[in-house]
């Protein structure tokens, strides 16, 4: 006999399987809530060319952050309509951002994987899935916009379909429009 606390903890695991690719939370990293309308975390990594970057340094822009690796077949799905709202938006402000997870060591696969699937848009690096803590992933894709000030106004766990319509009136919101 199955106890209703087993088809909970299915049905929760279900959900993660189901909602992208699963990853394994580590590091540290704060605790603070991540939700639509409050700040997002100071959050630091590293370019593909070795680069500090930050999100810091983006503050006064629109980010479009999507947490990807090159081993998660959903986050393939959605590159072309990422690349999609990067050509389409860039022009108004909206910064792209990819964040790999990949593994250290996965920079010329990473580079291969953009030139694949001709992401125009740069990547950052977090082979210690730092993000993942501290935006408090479940897994891969996922996805944040940050509008000019720093405040989380849209998330999304799995990838993005192509005409997403809350993504849409998001970044048109966040853009001013």
Same mark, same amino acid.
Do not use: F, M, Q
């Given at each position: 006999m199955i106890s209703v606390r087993s088809v909970r903890a299915l049905g929760a695991a279900s959900w993660v399987l189901a909602a992208g690719c699963s990853g394994g939370e580590s590091?540290?990293? #704060?605790? *603070?809530?991540?939700?639509?309308?409050?700040?997002?975390?100071?959050?630091? %990594? +590293?370019?593909?060319?070795?680069?500090?970057? #930050?999100? *810091?340094?983006?503050?006064?822009?629109?980010?479009?952050?999507?947490?990807? %690796? +090159?081993?998660?077949?959903?986050?393939?799905?959605?590159i072309p309509e990422l690349q999609a709202l990067h050509e389409k938006y860039a022009a108004r402000g909206l910064e792209l951002v990819g964040v790999s997870v990949d593994t250290e060591g996965a920079d010329e696969s990473i580079r291969e994987f953009m030139r694949d699937y001709k992401m125009t848009y740069p990547v950052w690096r977090d082979p210690g899935e730092r993000i993942s803590a501290q935006f408090h992933t479940v897994g891969v894709p996922t996805t944040f916009l940050i509008d000019r000030t720093g405040v989380l106004r849209w998330r999304k766990t799995g990838p993005i379909q192509p005409g997403d319509a809350t993504l849409t009136r998001a970044l048109e919101q966040a853009l001013g429009s």
């Open positions: 590091g540290g990293g #704060s605790r *603070a809530r991540v939700d639509v309308g409050l700040p997002v975390p100071a959050y630091s %990594a +590293t370019s593909l060319t070795g680069d500090t970057v #930050s999100l *810091a340094d983006h503050r006064g822009k629109v980010i479009l952050l999507n947490v990807w %690796a +090159t081993w998660c077949h959903p986050c393939r799905d959605e």
